[in-house]
C-alpha cells in the first residue's frame, strides 16, 4: 500500500511531459516494422528545435566551463539511468578528444561504473548515495556540475547537485520538464522540452537524444574557447595509434599548408605531440618555442602561434 508521500510522488511524475502518452503512438503495437520507424524518425526531427530553444542557457553554460577550465577546475556530470550514462559518454570522449586528464571531466552515475552497462534504476532515489558520491569528487568554487535528469526529479541527481552548490560549486541542471526540483537546486536550468515519447516515459529516447545533443554542444564549445581547436580541426588530439597518426599528420597538413613528409616530420620533431608540431610549422619555431608558447597561452593554440611568431621578429 502506498504511502501519501508515494502517492503524491507518482501523481507528481503522472504530470510530466516526458511521462505523457503520445497521441500519435497510441497504436504502436499495431504499426508495421516501417510505420513504427518512420514515426519514431518524424519525433527524432523535432529534438533539434527543443535544443535550439535552449541555445542561450547553453551558451552561458560553454562559457561558466570554459572559465572553470582556464582556472584549472573540473567539469563533472551527475545522473541516474540513461542520463548518467550520457554524462559517462560524454566525459569519456572528452579525454581523448581533448587530450586531457581524465580527472578534469568526469561523470557520477547512481549505482557507479556497473550502472553502464547494468540496470541500477534502484539507486537513483537514493540521496545520500548522490550526496556521498559528490563528495567523493570534493567540489568547489573552481568547479561547473552538470545534474541531467529527464525528469528533473532523481533523487540522487538533486542530492548531488545541492552539496556542490553548497560547496561553492556553479551548477547547472539539464532536463527536459521546467520548473522541477532539479532546477530549483541548480544555479540555473537548461530546459530541452522534447513533449512525450513515442514510447511512452522511455526517455532515452527523444530526451537522451536531445541530452547527448546539448552535452556534445557544451563540452566542444568550452574545449573550442579554451583554444584547443583551431579552425575546426582537433588540434589537441594525442596519436596513440596509427589510424590517429595519420589523422594528426592530415590535420597539421590542412592546417598549415605542409606536404605530407613536412608535417610527418614536424609530428615526430614535437614528440608526438599535435599542438607543439602545429606551433612548430605554423609560426617557424623550434620545439622548444613551441612548446613555451602553448603554456604562456595555457594551451590555446592560436594564441601560441601569434607568440611564436612574434618570438621570430
Known sequence: MKTGKHKAAAQDV????????????TNLDQKSAIEIARLINAEDATVARA????????????????????????????????????????????????????????????????????????????????RAEMARRKPGKKDVVIGIASSGRTPFTVAAIEYARRRGAKTIALTCNPNSP??????????????????????RMKAGTAHKMV?????TGAMTRLGYVY????????????????RVVG????????????ARRALEASGNRTPVALVMLAAGVSRAKAAAALKKSLGHVRQAIAIGRQQRC
Open 231 to 246: 579552425g575546426n580541426l582537433m588540434v589537441k588530439v594525442s596519436p596513440r595509434n596509427e589510424k590517429l597518426v595519420q
Open 182 to 203: 532539479l532546477q530549483r537546486a541548480a544555479g540555473f536550468a537548461i530546459v530541452t522540452d522534447v513533449g512525450p515519447e513515442v514510447l511512452a516515459g522511455s526517455s
Open 14 to 25: 503522472g504530470r510530466l511531459r516526458t511521462e505523457q502518452a503520445h497521441d500519435g503512438a
Open 51 to 130: 535544443v535550439r530553444r535552449a541555445l542561450p542557457q547553453i551558451a552561458r553554460a560553454i562559457d561558466l566551463v570554459a572559465a572553470a577550465l582556464r582556472q584549472g577546475g573540473r567539469l563533472i556530470y551527475a545522473g541516474a539511468g540513461t542520463s548518467g550514462r550520457i554524462g559517462a559518454l560524454d566525459a569519456s570522449e572528452c579525454a581523448p578528444t581533448f587530450d586531457l586528464s581524465p580527472r578534469t571531466v568526469q561523470a557520477i552515475i547512481a549505482g557507479g561504473p556497473k550502472a553502464l552497462a547494468t540496470s541500477a534504476e534502484s539507486r537513483e532515489d537514493d540521496t545520500k548515495l548522490g
Open 251 to 262: 590535420i597539421l597538413e590542412q592546417a598549415t599548408g605542409a606536404d605530407h613528409e613536412t
Open 215 to 219: 552535452l556534445n554542444i557544451i563540452s
